[in-house]
């Protein structure tokens, strides 16, 4: 006891036995760590020696924690969060299985949160253990009960979890009289006010009718935002069911909603009001929800197959609402896609759907409440693109397809992401191609995006599995490999075991787990059982990292009729310097084009389950030439290499019944013109007019669409790879990025050179429609028209467009060519873009914003739309931050990569970090993560970026410094 009072008062650095126990307890993934916030990076050295007082609760509280730790206690001095580890997981020592919360809401005060939790211990973690809880250090605890019996504050303590958790420990000895189950209520304060997070519980804002800006108060709570506002167990496999009581001002707040069905509601006085909300359905913490605002809606009602009537509303700020009815259709759209094609019903009687303007993501599945960024709800034709609507309509069904696929069947532990995610965006994939606005069209954006981004993030720094074995931020992996690669995975279920035996194996899941927290093990478990198939080679897609390789070569015996193709995985084929060397199950879909007609031979699935295996394929023609289309559908998310001359990608763009094997085919005559020109560039070879007539034929074969394409599928193909897709599928890195980029360019300017008269004789015949049209017809034939322009970079049709449209699809087009152009100010182009920004609202001037920083050619250009007024004023907003910041970094990396623009997004990541907003400086701390494909000069431009982002003095949060750090240790691998 005097070691410890001695130690607690500062007299001495030498701590009391108890607390290295309870350090060494946090570091072995103990009872008291099993959820700790992830940060597994070394920090000390990165915030020493700047000190900074922990502020814990007031009155006692404050007290009670310095009496523990010190009143000069710090983060430093503090336990520092650990990494953690898959294979650390233990069931928490207590489940909390019943909720009872009230949150009281007064304007320019802290929010009073109660919450009555009904507890039990955990018999399989034995009894007599302490009870914990994840906090924050903003967090003003009031008191402490358990049955009822207030706790002295020996019973319990506080105690910093990184910089800026807490945890909330009741000792042992306090339950011990409580029994097997028992109450606990925690009533306490939270820092709304100066929350910037946009975490927790926050403020956002609302435009009303007037035009004023009224607060909003919403919540984001996945994936660890409960402990932000109160003490809880904020683990996913804690499912509780959940009663809420808002209460808020009449005045300013007249809609108050929570998860469930409503159970009550009334005055408080003659100025307050409440209502009370309860969910049957026992959920993670990560769903709970409430907003509380002025907002107006529209509704509609579905009736379920089992004949429930459900009230379905989409709700935004007031002056918003007539671009409100897309979302709603959506919706509707959604929930009977979800029972036609996967035989799941809506389980509640309302179905809520939110639009909040300051929201760090795109959107949040809460039960029965689902937030949204309001980019993805507002809507109507002269406001929002032919791709907003599509994505709008997307995002919608993946949140409500999470009713399912995450609320009630969910995650174990966060390493289980990928459930959730992966298969709802499978789910949601499956509702675009069969009845989306683009139709199957859509599965070549898909693909797009994984070879392109999801490739480059597999060969960077930060390339995980799609269920990660360790992690310092959970808020860290929600990846385009979560998300994206683990669609893959699932769709690759589906194409092993047939769509009927992918349904079986999905009914037998939710079967077995409804109302738990499972692991992707248990998924495959089902799917295996359902069909009696073994699955176990399968399985190592989850803990495998990087993107495939698989080689393969032909050999065709006219004589016997016989073309054998040999595949080949692992180190073997690889290409790549950090090779997968794992031997998976990889379904391969294949067929056989012949080069003088066109027809197909053969097709069918090669299941490669070994290193080395090859697929016979007799019976076939003598007088054949077969040329092999592989992958079709891109059927696994692998890089397969195959020496096809460019007259077999012609064959194949030309005849192909598979959509991705003619973008494929395509892709590949783009890449080796494009490779070509590169390598010219940088043996400095003189750069002369570049011919490549057969390129341009292929091209010019596309748009003449012998083959009855559509619009859409044409124009997808049409558009050249991105230089940082031709970065990821060029395979000798390293890569100057901007000889690249120019040699992009100069197979750009040599198509359209040839093809002029082509391009502009297509642009002007192309059917016209209204831009309230919304079919595949009118989509296509927009995407078109625009790809056109944009190949063309004409900037009178532009103009022209520009002048007799009214819909945002034309207008936007327009306005990026004369951008481009350089025509945009000439014009008065720029100036009335602007002013209609100025009258339509915040997701217009973003438009504004991004169209701008993506066809800036300087970085003074950047810089002043950063200090324009309407990016300052506005520049805590997020979707306002990626409006200059993610369309710079990510679409305009001519700009980027250079001393300049590393040194742009190093300085905004510093500042949205001390603004609080570390998710978002996180995301933008990515951009920097590309260098380890890039030449030494840029290489060495980021790690001096990145060295002095970690400097002690800019104090980075724990999820950009994860980034960072994982950034500079790729960079020292080279």
């Not at 009663?243 to 929570?258: F, N, Q, S």
């Not at 913490?285 to 989409?314: M, N, P, Q």
């Not at 400086?921 to 030494?936: E, H, Q, V």
Request: aromatic share 8%.
């Amino acid at each position: 006891l005097k070691l410890q009072f001695l130690y607690l008062i500062g007299a001495t650095k030498h701590p009391p036995p108890m607390l290295p126990l309870l350090r060494r307890a946090r570091v072995s993934g103990g009872p008291l760590t099993r959820r700790l916030p992830p940060l597994c990076v070394p920090t000390r050295s990165l915030f020493s020696p700047v000190r900074r007082p922990v502020d814990f609760a007031r009155s006692f509280t404050r007290v009670h924690a310095q009496r523990r730790w010190g009143s000069t206690a710090t983060m430093g001095d503090a336990p520092q969060s650990v990494s953690v580890k898959r294979s650390d997981y233990t069931q928490p020592a207590h489940w909390t299985r019943h909720v009872e919360i009230d949150i009281s809401i007064v304007p320019g005060e802290r929010a009073k949160v109660t919450s009555k939790l009904t507890v039990e211990v955990n018999e399989a973690q034995g009894a007599g253990q302490p009870l914990v809880f994840d906090g924050d250090k903003g967090h003003e605890l009031q008191s402490v009960t358990v049955n009822g019996a207030v706790l002295a504050e020996a019973d319990y303590k506080i105690v910093p979890a990184g910089t800026e958790d807490t945890k909330l420990e009741i000792a042992a000895a306090a339950l011990a009289a409580a029994g097997a189950k028992f109450t606990v209520e925690i009533a306490m304060t939270a820092d709304v006010e100066n929350n910037k997070t946009c975490m927790g519980l926050y403020l956002s804002k609302t435009e009303a009718l007037d035009g004023s800006q009224k607060p909003l108060y919403s919540t984001q709570m996945e994936a660890e935002g409960m402990r932000k506002m109160t003490f809880f167990q904020d683990r996913p496999d804690v499912m509780s069911t959940y009663k809420a009581r808002i209460e808020a001002p009449k005045e300013g707040y007249p809609v108050l909603l929570g998860n469930g069905n409503m159970v009550g509601s009334g005055d408080v006085g003659t100025d307050r009001h409440f209502a009370v909300y309860e969910d049957p359905f026992p959920k993670p913490c990560y769903l709970f929800a409430i907003v509380a605002g002025d907002l107006l809606f529209v509704e509609d009602t579905f009736t379920t197959r089992s004949g429930r009537k459900v009230t379905v509303r989409v709700y935004c700020e007031p002056k918003q609402k007539d671009k409100l009815a897309w979302a709603l259709q959506s919706a509707l759209d959604s929930m009977k896609f979800d029972e036609d094609h996967f035989n799941l019903e809506y389980d509640l009687d309302i179905f809520n759907i939110v639009s909040v303007r300051d929201f760090n993501m795109g959107a949040m599945e809460n039960k029965s409440l689902n937030i949204f960024n309001e980019a993805l709800i507002l809507a109507a034709p002269a406001t929002a693109n032919d791709d907003d609507y599509e994505r709008i309509a997307n995002v919608i069904a993946h949140e409500y397809f999470h009713n399912w696929t995450g609320n009630r069947v969910t995650c174990r532990d966060w390493f289980q992401l990928t459930l959730k995610e992966g298969l709802t965006v499978y789910r949601d994939q499956t509702f675009a191609n069969t009845v989306g606005l683009k139709g199957k069209t859509k599965r070549l954006e898909d693909v797009k995006l994984i070879a392109g981004s999801q490739f480059g993030e597999d060969a960077g720094p930060l390339s995980h599995p799609v269920r990660p074995d360790e992690y310092e931020k959970i808020d860290n992996f929600y990846t385009l490999t979560v998300y994206y690669k683990g669609a893959e995975v699932v769709r690759m279920y589906e194409t092993i075991l047939g769509i009927e035996g992918f349904r079986k194996g999905l009914a037998l899941y939710f079967k077995r787990h409804d109302g738990h927290a499972v692991t992707c093990d248990d998924f495959l478990a089902a799917m295996s059982d359902a069909n009696d198939v073994d699955l176990s080679l399968f399985s190592k897609w989850y803990s495998t990292k990087g993107t495939p390789e698989v080689q393969a070569t032909a050999d065709w015996n006219a004589e016997a009729g016989k073309y054998t193709l040999k595949f080949t995985q692992g180190a073997k084929a690889a290409k790549s310097k950090d090779p997968v060397t794992e031997v998976l199950h990889i379904p391969i879909k294949y067929g056989l084009v012949d080069k003088a007609t066109g027809k197909e031979l053969n097709a069918g699935v090669f299941h490669l389950k070994q290193e080395e295996d090859a697929l016979v394929i007799d019976g076939l023609p003598k007088d054949a030439q077969p040329v092999p289309s592989l992958l079709r559908g891109f059927s696994a998310p692998v890089k397969l290499y195959f020496d096809h001359s460019l007259e077999d990608y012609a064959v194949l763009g030309a005849s192909d019944t598979d959509s991705y094997g003619k973008f494929n085919a395509l892709r590949k005559v783009y890449e080796d013109a494009i490779f070509a020109r590169y390598e010219d560039l940088v043996a400095g070879k003189e750069a002369k007019e570049l011919s490549i007539p057969l390129v341009v034929d292929a091209v010019a074969k596309l748009v003449k669409n012998e083959s009855g394409d559509s619009h859409l599928g044409i124009a997808n193909t049409l558009v050249l790879p991105t230089t940082e897709a031709l970065m990821q599928a060029y395979s000798s890195p390293p890569v100057d990025y901007h000889h690249l980029d120019a040699a992009r360019e100069a197979v750009r300017t040599a198509i359209t050179t040839a093809l002029k008269g082509t391009f502009e004789t297509l642009v002007d015949s192309l059917p016209e429609f209204p831009g309230t049209e919304r079919t595949q017809a009118a989509i296509g034939a927009r995407k078109l028209r625009n790809v056109l322009l944009g190949l063309l970079e004409d900037a009178d049709r532009a103009h022209a467009l520009w002048k007799r449209s009214d819909d945002m699809t034309s207008r936007e087009a327009a306005f990026s060519v004369l951008v481009k152009c350089k025509k945009d100010h000439e014009t008065g182009v720029n100036a009335e873009f602007f002013a209609f920004a100025k009258e339509h609202g915040f997701l217009v001037m973003d438009k504004w914003f991004r169209v701008q920083a993506l066809n800036a050619k300087t970085m003074d250009q950047v810089r002043a739309l950063v200090e324009h007024d309407e990016f300052v004023n506005n520049s805590d907003n997020p979707n306002r931050l990626r409006s200059v910041l993610a369309a710079f970094s990510m679409g305009n990396g001519a700009l980027l990569h250079s001393e300049e623009g590393y040194t742009f997004i190093s300085d905004w990541v510093k500042k949205i970090n001390g603004r609080g907003n570390t998710q978002m400086a996180a995301r933008f701390a990515r951009s920097l993560s590309g260098g380890t494909k890039l030449t030494d000069k840029y290489q060495a431009l980021i790690k001096a970026a990145v060295e002095d982002l970690v400097k002690p003095e800019h104090a980075l949060k724990e999820e950009p410094l994860e980034i960072c750090t994982s950034i500079l240790k790729g960079l020292g691998k080279n």
